[in-house]
């Protein structure tokens, strides 16, 4: 079974202060996805990264695939309130994808 | 906008009473995923179709039902609801199995058992 462990579950900083998540597993996987959820809505699609050691950069947000395509990190430079929410690393499967638990970000005005 | 809509986006049903949920899409995917997420934590896929072939979790209770009619439309029916089926539902696609482009999500049900 594919399992995938995001840490830290919770996360509370004050703005313009950075952070990073990491998602982990045993398994390696095809490809990997970052979706942010709001409240009351569904995952949104961030970032896809695909080969070994890929480092995608989306305005303050710098997504890395590790080489061994079994790990990944999400770093935010110079939070903002905005960036609050629910992050969800996902790896791609044989017919689905897997999800990590979720971690749980305030950004604190 | 190509989209995925689900409705109700907030349903309130009485313990025992079958609800149906739906959900509609634009995208012209070949699979549609159903999935239950309860308070702050992972969706869990309860099945998924690719097209009309249905797909059920090992662990999905027996009283989830989901049809398929169509490629566009795909419903989760909960024939008997308890109190611990309340939870956030979600519906979304993708264009391949496996969902290597990434899935697009519904906004999702919140459904209330009272």
């Known amino acids: 079974t594919q399992l995938l462990e995001q840490s830290p579950q919770f996360l509370s900083i004050q703005e313009g202060e950075n952070l990073t998540v990491y998602c982990n597993s045993s398994?390696?996987?095809?490809?990997l996805q970052w979706y942010r959820q709001e409240p009351g809505e569904g995952p949104v699609l961030l970032v896809t990264?695909?080969?070994?050691?890929e480092v995608k950069k989306l305005k303050r947000l710098t997504f890395q695939f590790g080489d061994a395509r079994k790990d990944s990190s999400l770093h935010i430079t110079a939070a903002q309130p905005g960036d609050t929410g629910l992050y969800l690393c996902?790896?791609?499967?044989?017919?689905?994808?897997?999800f990590g638990q979720g971690t749980r970000l305030t950004i604190n005005p | 906008d190509a989209m995925v809509i689900q409705n109700p986006r907030y349903q309130v049903t009485q313990f025992g009473k079958p609800v149906t949920l739906s959900c509609s899409q634009t995208l012209n995917h070949n699979v549609m995923y159903w999935y239950q997420q309860k308070s702050s934590q992972a969706p869990k896929l309860l099945f998924h179709?690719?097209?009309?072939?249905?797909?059920n979790e090992a662990d999905t209770p027996d009283n989830f039902q989901s049809r398929r009619p169509n490629t566009s439309f795909c419903f989760l029916d909960i024939r008997s609801p308890g109190l611990g089926d309340a939870a956030m539902y979600l519906c979304?696609?993708?264009?391949?199995?496996?969902?290597?482009?990434?899935?697009?999500f519904g906004s999702g049900t919140r459904l209330t058992v009272v």
């Open positions: 979304a696609t993708s264009s391949t199995y496996g969902g290597a482009e990434g899935y697009t």
């Open positions: 990264v695909v080969t070994g050691g």
């Open positions: 996902a790896g791609q499967g044989a017919q689905k994808l897997v």
């Open positions: 179709y690719y097209d009309k072939d249905f797909n």
């Open positions: 398994s390696v996987f095809s490809s």
